[in-house]
């Protein structure tokens, strides 16, 4: 479809009662470099956090607006994006499992199943890693985002 723009789901925060959130979550300030993209807002949870993607993509479409979603519903949102954004959360696994193009922003130390290097996950080949360095943090994620190419699915298949 001439025109149409890529459709990006975002996810930023892993569910703060994870003693690991802090470490797993990062600023939606990042995805600054992909804003051009149609951004879906996928990020369950308070309204709270919503207001920080705002800044950075005020056009995002938001449907959790009005509360949570039950897990296939919420699957289907994601299918219907060309590519999801997440940190370490349950949406990075889903889209593993459905082998749904998805970015994971991975911390500097990161839990066992995303491995210590690379940019591969061996237990889903479809996901692409952007690993944080205790150098770079969260700000040199952003930046390897914005340099790559989104994928973009023709839904006429």
């Known amino acids: 479809m001439p025109g149409r723009r890529p459709t990006v789901g975002v996810v930023w925060r892993a569910n703060p009662a994870s003693a690991s959130a802090a470490e797993r979550s990062f600023p939606p300030a990042i995805l600054a470099g992909v804003a051009p993209a149609g951004l879906v807002n996928l990020q369950g949870g308070a309204p709270a956090g919503r207001e920080a993607l705002a800044h950075v993509a005020s056009h995002a479409f938001d449907p959790l607006a009005a509360g949570e979603v039950a897990l296939d519903e919420y699957a289907a949102m994601i299918a219907a994006t060309d ?13 593993g499992a459905m082998g749904h193009p998805a970015w994971i922003a991975v911390p500097a130390a990161p839990n066992f199943y995303w491995g ?9 080949p479809g996901l692409r890693l952007f690993r944080a360095t205790s150098r770079e943090g969260w700000p040199g994620v ?3 985002m914005a340099r790559e190419p989104i994928p973009f699915q023709s839904r006429l298949a």
Do not use: E, M, N, R
């Open 116 to 124: 210590q290097s690379g940019v591969a996950c061996p237990w889903y």
């Open 142 to 144: 952003g930046q390897a």
């Open 83 to 95: 590519l999801t954004i997440s940190a370490d959360t349950l949406s990075a696994h889903i889209c």
